[in-house]
Every structure is written in C-alpha cells, then in structure tokens.
C-alpha cells in the first residue's frame, strides 16, 4: 500500500528507510523538485506555495487550452449579475467541444454580432442569415432595409440550409415586385419558401453528393423541416415575421418586448386550429402534433400538412429613440434563459464597450455585439441547453 500526502507517493519501504544526515543544499534542491513536480486541478489546494529565497513558482493556464477565448471582464459581469459564475464557464468549455462561429459585422449599419454552436446534439441543423441593405436604397425605405434571420431545423439541416440561401431573395422580390402591406409580403414569402423547398427537394432526391444527414432520400424529405424568425430593419420600424419557436426579443430602455410568439402545439388558439383541422395534438415527452412535432408551424414537414402550417405571424413595431438592441434566437437559448434576462446581458455587453455609437464608436458596437451573442451562447450551454444555439444581436442603437 502506497499513502498519499500533498500530491506524493510514499511507499511503506521509504517510511522505515533509515534517514542519513543531508545537507542544507540537498534539502533545498529536494524541495525544488517537489515544488515542480506538483500538480492540482483544484484551486484550493493549489494556493499554498513552497518557497525557495524570494522567488515563488506559480502554474500558468496556457490560452490555447481553451477551446475559445474568454469575454472581456466588464461583459462577464453580465454572466454574474445571473448567476452564472465565470468557473463554471470554464468548466464547461473544459468538458464539452462545439463547433463555433462568432461574426462581428461590417461597417454597414446597425452594427450586429452572431454566434452558432452545435452544443450538445449530434448533428448541427440550425442556420443563420445576415443581409445587411438587402434591398439597397428602396424608394418606400430610403435608409434601406436589413434582412436577419435565423432557421432552426428539425428531421435534418436541409431545409434550414434552403432557407438560409432563399428566404432573402425571395423577400426581396416580393417586396419590389409588388405594393402589398407588410403583413401580406411577410405571408406571401413564406408561403413560396415553403413550397421551393418542396420542389427543390423532389427535384434532388436521391442525389448522392448532400452533405445532409438524410441524403435528400424519399420518404425522409418529407419528413424535413425548419422553423423561421426573420426581422426586417427599415430606419423607422422593424417587422418580424415568425414561424415556429425561434423568437425576437427588443431590448428597449433594459425592458424585454417580445417580438414573436412561439407556435405551440398547446397554445390554445394553435390547438384549435389543429383539431378543427382534424389533426390531434398528444403529449409524448411534451404537447406534439399527432405526437412527432413540438411546433405547430414550421417551413417543410409535408407529412403534418394541413396541421403544420407555413402561415407566418407578423408584427410591426415603431422604432423608438430608446431601442438599444433586437436579439434573434433559436429555441436552444430560450429553453433556458428568459427575455429579460437576455436582454439584460446583451445591454450590459452594449454599454461596456461605449456609449451610444456614433461614427467613430461602430466598431465598439461590433465587438459588444460579438461578445453578447457569444455570452448568451455560453450562458445558455451552462444552464444545461441540450439543442443547437444561434443568436444574433442587432445594435439599434445608432441606426437611425
């Protein structure tokens, strides 16, 4: 048997050995080596130090052991205000390995910030769209318009994808090529997203090169679908359309508004649409469209239709001198984390950096942008988020 004292083994034949005198010096260079050669992963223990004259042998954390570099110190406050300690962070950044992707924007404005991470699941289905000036310098919105969308797929990433590169144009279409009102465009986009997807996907079935999880094989297309929570940002208002449980959130004067409400299959005047439909919602591991869907409205999902509808819900919100920020998110953040506690970290990264922008404070704006989408990120994978998380803040701020 072997004791173990302060990170050393002592075998029971040292501990009869006889001891012969030693000098000064040896005791010393024996005292050095211990000091070297120990090692603890707890704090605690590692804070008393051996001390050789003056000089003290501190252990140094390398950076390039993290799997990505921690936020600056006034926004990981933010993280403290909520209760969610800076060591746990760390402790899940130790443990867990994701894919992740952090975009500061260019110097068109509003100035916004994404990040995208697989998280805990398999597979990576969620996807992110940013168009700044989609539309350029439209007569009806001459500050010129700016596309953010986020698309969170389920069944595979196919569809996600698809929107992703379509949903954009489409809308932009739409919106020159005809003089219907916002909700009517919003409504007419999604409903030809959705049925491009249907035909894109019958066009290349079977086509051995996709990358996707189910190959564009037939019946599992079909099978296929995404949610979508897109905003349009003009200079004077900004327009939601929501499909699914992805959500909008505007920060305005550190109070939460929600922007979109997510499509439950238990939201009442959702399950009666269902069940005059003649479809069933069943609770299997939650309220479920004939138990396999855990939204009532979705892009794709052929099989569910009509109980799984395209149907956008549009809201039109005034901008205000007071809006400081609009956060876009998929469901993996908002299983976890509420709208003002979302906002109250997106607002504290926004003011550490600077002021309200102005000319020469847009890159501040960026980077704060960056570093809130990037915490939310964090904060929702240390409250045990078990989905893929894609957020997207927008700095309303200087926009105008």
Not at 40 to 56: I, V, Y
Not at 64 to 70: D, T
Not at 264 to 270: A, I, L, S, V
Not at 302 to 327: F, G, M, W
Request: contains cysteine.
């Amino acid at each position: 048997m072997a004791g173990v004292c302060c990170g050393l083994n002592i075998s029971e034949t040292e501990t009869t050995a006889l001891v012969e005198p030693i000098s000064k010096s040896t005791r010393k260079r024996r005292l050095e080596t211990h000091q070297f050669s120990f090692r603890s992963t707890n704090s605690a223990a590692a804070s008393p130090s051996l001390e050789s004259g003056d000089k003290k042998k501190r252990q140094r954390i390398e950076a390039g052991e993290l799997p990505f570099s921690p936020a600056p110190r006034k926004c990981m406050k933010a993280v403290h205000n909520f209760e969610v300690e800076d060591r746990e962070i760390q402790q899940l950044a130790e443990t867990n390995t994701f894919e992740l992707t952090a975009a500061p924007s260019s110097s068109v404005s509003p100035k916004f910030g994404m990040t995208s991470v697989c998280g805990r699941r398999r597979d990576m289905e969620d996807e992110v769209s940013i168009h700044p000036s989609f539309c350029g310098q439209n007569p009806n919105s001459p500050g010129g318009l700016h596309f953010f969308g986020v698309f969170d797929g389920h069944g595979c990433s196919h569809v996600a994808t698809r929107c992703k590169d379509r949903m954009h144009e489409i809308m932009k279409d739409e919106f020159e090529n005809s003089e219907f009102s916002w909700e009517q465009t919003m409504s007419e986009s999604f409903s030809k997203m959705d049925k491009d997807v249907t035909e894109w996907s019958s066009a290349v079935a079977g086509v051995s090169t996709s990358r996707c999880r189910c190959e564009l094989r037939t019946p599992q297309c079909g099978a296929v679908g995404s949610t979508a929570v897109v905003a349009v940002v003009a200079p004077e208002k900004i327009i939601v359309s929501n499909c699914g449980d992805s959500r909008a959130v505007l920060c305005r004067n550190g109070v939460a508004i929600p922007l979109s409400v997510d499509h439950k299959p238990d939201r009442p005047d959702e399950l009666n649409r269902i069940e005059e439909a003649g479809g069933r919602v069943i609770f299997w591991d939650g309220p479920r469209v004939l138990g396999v869907l855990a939204m009532s409205r979705a892009i794709g999902d052929n099989y569910l239709k009509p109980y799984v509808i395209s149907e956008p819900e549009v809201t039109i919100t005034e901008r205000t001198a007071e809006d400081e920020c609009l956060i876009l998110a998929s469901d993996g953040l908002w299983d976890v984390v509420s709208n003002q506690t979302a906002c109250g970290v997106a607002r504290m990264c926004l003011k550490s950096r600077s002021d309200p922008p102005s000319t020469a404070a847009g890159e501040s704006s960026d980077q704060a942008c960056s570093d809130a989408s990037m915490l939310l990120t964090r904060l929702a994978l240390a409250r045990g988020s078990t989905d893929n998380v894609s957020v997207v803040v927008v700095d309303l701020r200087g926009g105008r």
